[in-house]
């Protein structure tokens, strides 16, 4: 094996490696904040995807204007970074397929990916992401638009496992106040914040399937949002909290100043980072066998988790030493 051997190939051998993705996602509902998201793109890096929402986003019958310009404006110099999604209609809205048809038609090739919400059973997921595929067909697309399914009814709870198998799946969101709200009172109102949102029994357990469904197929786990709009340190516990203590590894974003609370409580320390380039450095060097570096052993199974850390690096916007960057991602 040659000694320039790239991770990618020397640790996953042809097998599909897990999603490598931004650990905040920012809700934008009109075309004045969409467009003022991708501004912030500018300003704060690519360090974060957009969510163009047509669900909560369009007035009642004006759900075809509201796609329309989504579709206008991920084509217009505004999204110079190809960093934003859509999400659509759920299953029971007359408008999802029209969603479908005029996103894919008009945007396909820019679509960061299309969030389908409010499933109750896994079978629903599968026949819109089947109309997506369709639709992506015979519009000449050819790639995989990735698909993220939330988590918010009892249903989609329950095929949790079955909803992460689906394909072109690359991340289950969970959303918190429609989850809550479908518990007839059960779970109040309290726990919509924190610390209830956290220690609530029957909310941790959602969230621990969810992520536990979420990794067993190889997709990203996404948390729900943080109500609190302007208290960026509630925002920044509540994602270190999501991370830490129930393995979230992406979080949504529904006010600007969420967004650099969200990417600094996900993203790895700059000693972990510096740790992990050394490793995989000295194991690239070594053909990828087992190296020993400050006292432990090394192989392939820790040299997975280390890559992963530095390309989680790459999309937060941590520092990584020259030196891996040129022997791994220029």
Known sequence: ???????????FNGEKSFPVIPSCEHFAGSEKLILKAMSLQDTLGPIFDITCDCEDGAAAGQEREHAEMIVRVLNSPANKHKMAG??????????WRQDVDILVGGAGQLLTYITIPKCTKAAQAAEMIGYIQSVA????IGLEIPIHILIETHGALHDAYELASLPWLQVLDFGLMDFVSGHYGAIPASAMRSPGQFEHRLLARAK?????????????????????????????????RARNEFGFMRMWSIYPTQIQAIVDAMKPNYDEVTISANILLAAQAAEWGPIQYDGELHDRATYRYFWEVLQKARVTGVTIPESAVNAFFS
Do not use: Q, W
Not at 137 to 140: D, K, L, N
Not at 208 to 237: C, I, R, W
């Open 1 to 11: 094996m040659s000694l320039l051997t790239h991770p990618n190939d020397a640790l």
């Open 86 to 95: 859509a999400r659509i209609h759920d299953y029971t809205h007359a408008a």
């Open 137 to 140: 067909s015979a519009c000449g």
């Open 208 to 240: 621990a399937e969810v992520v536990a469904a979420a990794l067993a197929h190889g997709v990203v786990p996404a948390h729900n949002v943080t109500l609190d709009l302007k208290n960026t340190e509630t925002t920044f516990s509540d994602a270190s």
